[in-house]
């Protein structure tokens, strides 16, 4: 028999069980970290009671009470600690203060990777790559709600300084309701600052986007201290223009733009939305209210000749709607006809939500919506100057007086 024949029969006969082995030695590397770090604790109890366990000693400052058990997770896996108690004092140790700080450090890493729109589930994944111990789920939910009790406060905290600009809209969720999947609106605003950054205003849950609603939404944002507005960028929604009327009567309404011819599209073919498009566009472009106002009755004029009297009507109506922009900086304008600033965190929601589908509750929908808000709040959206607000200081307030 030959040397290779030889070889493939004791390959057949000596099977080694690489899984038994690794496991066997992770066994006996956690137990021998397990003692060591035991052995630690009882000498540092020692140290600080001035004798050994039993042991007589007239420099004896004080006495065992036996221990409680912690576990701890260190690289050789979790491990099981008994740490003493002593009779008279606290028993402080330099490795259950290292295990507060991994265990905060690791908390607040779990935090950040739900807020920035990391499922539950990829949240187990990560944490048992990164330290070997699967965080469950029952954790995660625990630690939301840590998350949600300092989202509550930042909710209602004071809004501070003035908000020239402030940009709202509703975004509507899918909640479970007896078996039933049932709509619920959530309102949001954020507003621009006399310094030129974007602060996030507020979020609630509106029964729907309603009079109701928008009025007590704005309530709640002034009596947070929400002041200082001269204009207000919105869709037109069902009961909102006359809210901040209501609110902020001397503050400027801007109808989106984008919304706007939305809606005007809609009394218009297919065929013909594109060159409805240029038209629309062309009036926005103009260099002042007055070239403005000239444009939109050339377009209407040429909209009735396209024998498009339903549209024509919807601008000869609205379209003013859409101009309060011209009373601001000219370097604001492409900011402020529009609610696409506001339409983005929108987008930011829903990419967080999307894997929920339909929420148990409103509340639970609110909540996440809220904490993926405040998570865009702490980055850069909101620490990088978004506008030179010096411009608006420059214009004449007279002919723009601000709320009080």
Same mark, same amino acid.
């Given at each position: 028999m030959? $040397? $290779? ?7 057949n006969?000596?099977?080694i $069980? ?5 496991d066997?030695l992770?066994?006996v590397?956690?137990s021998? *970290?397990e003692?060591t770090l @035991?052995a &630690?604790?009882?000498?540092e109890?020692?140290s600080l ?8 000693s007239e420099?004896?400052?004080?006495y065992r009470?036996?221990?409680? /058990?912690?576990? +701890? ?7 099981n600690?008994k740490?003493?108690k002593?009779?008279k004092?606290?028993f402080?140790?330099?490795?259950? /203060? =290292?295990?507060?700080?991994r265990?905060?450090s690791?908390?607040e890493?779990?935090?950040e ?6 499922? *539950? #589930?990829?949240?187990e994944?990560?944490t048992?790559a990164?330290?070997?111990?699967r965080?469950?789920a ?6 939301n ?10 909710r ?11 940009y709202l809209d509703?975004?509507v ?13 959530? %309102? ?5 600052n006399?310094d030129?950054?974007?602060?996030i +205003?507020?979020?609630? /849950?509106?029964a729907?986007e ?6 007590s ?8 201290? &929400?002041?200082? *507005?001269?204009?207000i ?6 009961? %909102? *223009?006359?809210?901040?009327?209501d ?7 801007? #109808? ?7 809606n ?9 939305? =594109? ?5 629309l566009?062309?009036i926005h ?12 009755g050339e ?8 024998? &498009? ?8 109506d609205s379209?003013a ?8 900086p000219?370097?604001h304008?492409?900011? &402020?006809?529009t @609610? @696409? ?8 929601i829903?990419r967080?939500?999307r ?5 148990p ?12 808000? #405040?998570?865009i709040?702490g ?8 506008m @030179?607000?010096d411009?608006?200081k420059?214009?004449d307030?007279e ?6």
């Amino acid at each position: 028999m030959d $040397d $290779d024949s030889k070889t493939t029969e004791l390959s057949n006969v000596i099977q080694i $069980d690489d899984d038994r082995i690794q496991d066997h030695l992770g066994r006996v590397v956690r137990s021998t *970290v397990e003692e060591t770090l @035991n052995a &630690l604790l009882d000498a540092e109890a020692e140290s600080l009671a001035g004798a050994g366990r039993y042991e007589r000693s007239e420099g004896r400052r004080d006495y065992r009470a036996g221990h409680r /058990e912690r576990k +701890l997770h260190t690289l050789a896996g979790e491990v099981n600690l008994k740490v003493p108690k002593l009779r008279k004092q606290a028993f402080e140790t330099a490795i259950i /203060e =290292r295990y507060r700080r991994r265990e905060a450090s690791v908390e607040e890493a779990l935090m950040e990777m739900y807020l920035a729109g990391v499922s *539950v #589930r990829r949240v187990e994944d990560i944490t048992e790559a990164l330290w070997g111990t699967r965080v469950s789920a029952g954790t995660v939910s625990n630690l939301n709600k840590k998350i949600y009790a300092k989202i509550e406060v930042w909710r209602n905290q004071p809004i501070m300084g003035e908000h020239p600009y402030v940009y709202l809209d509703g975004i509507v969720m899918k909640r479970s309701w007896a078996g039933e999947v049932r709509n619920v609106s959530l %309102l949001v605003a954020f507003g621009v600052n006399g310094d030129g950054f974007r602060e996030i +205003l507020g979020i609630v /849950e509106g029964a729907k986007e309603d009079k109701a609603g928008w009025s007590s939404f704005l309530k709640h944002r002034k009596q947070r201290g &929400l002041k200082g *507005v001269q204009l207000i960028i919105s869709d037109a929604c069902l009961g %909102l *223009v006359e809210s901040v009327g209501d609110f902020y009567p001397d503050a400027r309404w801007q #109808r989106c733009t984008v919304h706007f011819y939305r809606n005007v599209f809609s009394h218009v073919p297919s065929t013909k939305v =594109r060159d409805v498009a240029h038209m629309l566009k062309a009036i926005h472009a103009s260099e002042d209210r007055a070239a403005a106002d000239a444009k939109a009755g050339e377009v209407i004029a040429k909209l009735k000749s396209l024998r &498009l009297g339903k549209a024509a009507e919807l601008v000869t109506d609205s379209i003013a709607e859409t101009f309060a922009y011209y009373a601001f900086p000219d370097q604001h304008w492409i900011k &402020l006809r529009t @609610n @696409n600033p506001l339409e983005r965190l929108m987008r930011e929601i829903r990419r967080r939500t999307r894997v929920v589908g339909a929420f148990p509750d409103a509340q639970s929908c609110l909540n996440l919506a809220a904490a993926r808000l #405040r998570h865009i709040a702490g980055t850069k959206w909101s620490s990088r100057r978004y506008m @030179n607000m010096d411009l608006l200081k420059q214009i004449d307030t007279e002919a723009r007086p601000a709320t009080a």
